[in-house]
């Protein structure tokens, strides 16, 4: 029997280490001192403590994590997403202590996991890339002549740059050379560094990525893709697929383009190759993820695959058993990510213990969760604490289920942004597809600033709470106020998750 | 018997009543009967005519954690501290001249020492909590008095941040 270790926590590590079950491998958890009643660590057959709370000493800690894998003689290694999933180095680790990595090659993490490098091969193998200058030549007049043959609007870029500072959006080519000068200038400034890039500005685009499976054969298949575009600060909330950008033309295009992409660095297991979709239905290369996505379970429903099975299969050396013309979609899926961020107060984050906790199910509904009644979420790591992922026959089947599926999930004792989620899938524009990435901002600038008053149900819950609890507590006497912490306590135990 | 509960500066008085085969409620100036039955500790079926509402209710810390139709709110017992939930406050709370730390964490950066003088708004302290870098910034005018904080210490709730010294309004000063 096949053993493995998960270097993670988490939902993710619970999704893995259950899959791997699944498969009948033994399953080897690692934990930080913060995570030892973690539900990763009770779903595993094997837990090894690998540090202090903070992720460096303990989940990102490479030493601590091979010394638990030769401990435990796990001869496998998933990364999961987040902390090293995307580390050339532990993958090279891996490979010398004569480990299974699941996951790709050092090489083809450490090329995708440069942006320059990245967008190279990407050229030269075919992929679209967004056209821009090469600035070697940083006088005003050379940029704007090789700026040229783009088509505009032009997005000026300050090569050491970032929040916004030496970037200027032109709408043509006539007003290129002062917004040049300007960002040079601000850039200078800012970085010490005036080097600027000419950019196509992509108004408005989506994000849409194409999940990748290769195995050690080289053969390389698509998944179809997933529309990410709905962000708030870059952080993904609501993913669904299909998209209702792509027809079946474009999915075909970008599909090809996505393999291309992953052969291009010899490509092998599961991976994401992420693109930006123009207005006009032009796409390109933004990077590839060498790892499973948080979002990946949306594939798995209308594709009906499990990733995490083939990823298994793949280190293991089976070859994949489906060509890209057996792969047909199915329905649509969306997920929504659950954040311990409390939406009502600028998503601030939410700590404490889960006091009360009840997933939504019923058809068509999955809950990929790391979390249950009466865990402490704790400061340190990531506020991702689970994903509400549902399957329909059509988008707004999917839709309307994912609204009905939010209501039901209740989560007491910290603010997650469920309430927010809600009313992001709830919004007409989304109804209506049009999901770009500035899709927050436009139609939710100022959420939850406006008093929101507590209806008289809610107050009527509460006295309740107050009067059966007594009651059915029964030791204590009427005017004795219970301590929240005995009566609470003593619920949960045995409540399950 | 009565209960009374905290939303923000507000109290509102529930006067609950067993009748025959429920509850007369009273919220406000309000009265509803209804069926009630917990189910499940914290988990209500309330039943008020042909309507049925799903209700959830667990206690923590003194604040009345609720769920209904999907939505949350907290509401606190009278004489409990109140941690933001629904007062619409989301600033550190500045209590005697001493900022509270608003959420849990490790600090970053301090941006402030003794004496330094800071405007409303200036970022004093940075707290890492869940991977998120949070800016605490001075709720009032004034001058540091004291720093209780260094780069790297973890902070709980509730912890101090620092001590202000707030600027007399009137410009005497």
């Known amino acids: 029997m096949r053993k493995l270790l998960v270097a993670n926590r988490g939902e993710i590590a619970v999704r893995i280490l259950r899959g791997a079950r699944e498969m009948g491998w033994g399953t080897v958890a690692v934990y930080s001192e913060a995570d030892s009643s973690s539900l990763h660590v009770q779903v595993a057959d094997e837990a090894v403590c690998i540090g202090a709370p903070e992720p460096a000493a303990s989940y990102l800690n490479m030493d601590a994590i091979l010394q638990a894998a030769k401990e435990t003689g796990a001869g496998a290694l998933h990364p999961g997403y987040g902390f090293l999933a995307e580390n050339a180095q532990l993958a090279s680790r891996c490979l010398d202590a004569g480990i299974t990595f699941v996951g790709p090659s050092p090489s083809a993490i450490s090329t995708m996991g440069n942006k320059v490098a990245a967008r190279d091969i990407m050229g030269r193998a075919g992929v679209p890339i967004v056209p821009g200058t090469q600035g070697k030549d940083q006088s005003v007049a050379a940029l704007v002549a090789e700026a040229q043959s783009i088509k505009p609007p032009l997005l000026v870029k300050a090569a050491g740059g970032g929040g916004g500072?030496?970037?200027?959006?032109?709408?043509?080519?006539?007003?290129?050379?002062?917004?040049?000068?300007?960002?040079?200038?601000?850039?200078?400034?800012?970085?010490?560094?005036?080097?600027?890039?000419?950019?196509?500005?992509?108004?408005?685009?989506?994000?849409?990525?194409?999940?990748?499976?290769?195995?050690?054969?080289?053969?390389?298949?698509?998944?179809?893709?997933?529309?990410?575009?709905?962000?708030?600060?870059?952080?993904?909330?609501?993913?669904?697929?299909?998209?209702?950008?792509?027809?079946?033309?474009?999915?075909?295009?970008?599909?090809?383009a996505a393999v291309a992409a992953a052969k291009a660095v010899g490509y092998i297991n599961a991976g994401t190759v992420e693109f930006l979709l123009d207005r006009d239905g032009s796409f390109y290369f933004l990077e590839m993820n060498t790892r499973l996505q948080v979002e990946h379970p949306v594939t798995e429903l209308i594709a009906g695959l499990d990733l995490v099975h083939w990823q298994l299969r793949i280190a293991n050396g089976e070859g994949l058993s489906f060509d890209q013309k057996d792969l047909v979609q199915k329905?649509?899926?969306?997920?929504?990510?659950?954040?311990?961020?409390?939406?009502?107060?600028?998503?601030?984050?939410?700590?404490?213990?889960?006091?009360?906790?009840?997933?939504?199910?019923?058809?068509?509904?999955?809950?990929?969760?790391?979390?249950?009644?009466?865990?402490?979420?704790?400061?340190?790591?990531?506020?991702?604490?689970?994903?509400?992922?549902?399957?329909?026959?059509?988008?707004?089947?999917?839709?309307?289920?994912?609204?009905?599926?939010?209501?039901?999930?209740?989560?007491?004792?910290?603010?997650?942004?469920?309430?927010?989620?809600?009313?992001?899938?709830?919004?007409?524009?989304?109804?209506?597809?049009?999901?770009?990435?500035?899709?927050?901002?436009?139609?939710?600038?100022?959420?939850?600033?406006?008093?929101?008053?507590?209806?008289?149900?809610?107050?009527?819950?509460?006295?309740?709470?107050?009067?059966?609890?007594?009651?059915?507590?029964?030791?204590?006497?009427?005017?004795?106020?219970?301590?929240?912490?005995?009566?609470?306590?003593?619920?949960?135990?045995?409540?399950?998750? | 018997m009565n209960y009374e509960f905290q939303v923000g500066e507000e109290t509102t008085t529930v006067h609950l009543e067993r009748t025959g085969d429920g509850f007369k409620i009273g919220v406000g100036d309000a009265t509803f009967s209804l069926k009630a039955e917990q189910i499940h500790p914290g988990t209500f079926v309330l039943?008020?005519?042909?309507?049925?509402?799903?209700?959830?209710?667990?206690?923590?810390?003194?604040?009345?954690?609720?769920?209904?139709?999907?939505?949350?709110?907290?509401?606190?017992?009278?004489?409990?501290?109140?941690?933001?939930?629904?007062?619409?406050?989301?600033?550190?709370?500045?209590?005697?001249?001493?900022?509270?730390?608003?959420?849990?964490?490790?600090v970053v950066a301090v941006e402030v020492k003794e004496n330094d003088r800071v405007e409303a708004g200036q970022v004093l302290i940075i707290i890492e909590s869940m991977k998120m870098q949070n800016s605490i910034v001075s709720p009032v005018s004034g001058r540091i008095v004291k720093v209780h904080k260094e780069t790297g210490e973890l902070a709980s709730f509730g912890d101090p941040l620092v001590e202000l010294e707030e600027e007399d309004p009137a410009g005497d000063a």
Request: net charge negative; with cysteine; hydrophobic share 35%.
């Open chain 2, 47 to 106: 039943l008020a005519g042909h309507r049925s509402i799903m209700a959830h209710a667990v206690k923590g810390d003194g604040v009345w954690h609720v769920s209904v139709d999907g939505r949350a709110y907290d509401l606190r017992l009278p004489g409990t501290e109140d941690h933001g939930g629904d007062s619409g406050d989301d600033g550190p709370r500045l209590v005697d001249g001493v900022l509270q730390t608003p959420m849990p964490g490790r």
């Open chain 1, 331 to 497: 329905g649509h899926s969306i997920e929504a990510r659950i954040y311990a961020e409390d939406p009502a107060h600028g998503f601030r984050p939410s700590m404490g213990k889960i006091l009360l906790l009840r997933e939504p199910d019923g058809p068509g509904i999955r809950v990929d969760s790391g979390i249950y009644e009466g865990y402490e979420v704790s400061p340190y790591y990531d506020p991702i604490l689970a994903k509400l992922i549902v399957w329909g026959e059509n988008r707004e089947t999917a839709s309307r289920r994912i609204i009905q599926a939010l209501d039901q999930y209740i989560i007491l004792g910290i603010r997650p942004n469920i309430p927010f989620l809600r009313d992001v899938v709830a919004h007409p524009a989304f109804a209506a597809g049009e999901t770009t990435t500035d899709f927050l901002p436009l139609h939710f600038p100022d959420w939850g600033r406006e008093a929101k008053k507590t209806p008289p149900e809610a107050f009527l819950a509460a006295a309740l709470g107050e009067a059966l609890g007594r009651v059915n507590i029964g030791s204590l006497s009427a005017t004795e106020a219970p301590n929240p912490w005995d009566t609470v306590g003593s619920w949960e135990i045995g409540s399950g998750l």
């Open chain 1, 165 to 256: 500072k030496g970037m200027r959006v032109v709408k043509d080519h006539a007003g290129l050379a002062a917004a040049i000068r300007e960002a040079q200038q601000e850039s200078g400034s800012a970085f010490g560094d005036s080097t600027v890039y000419v950019e196509k500005f992509l108004e408005e685009p989506r994000h849409i990525e194409f999940q990748i499976l290769a195995d050690q054969a080289g053969k390389t298949v698509h998944l179809f893709e997933r529309e990410c575009s709905i962000q708030r600060r870059h952080q993904k909330i609501i993913e669904e697929t299909p998209s209702t950008a792509v027809s079946p033309q474009l999915r075909a295009r970008m599909g090809e």
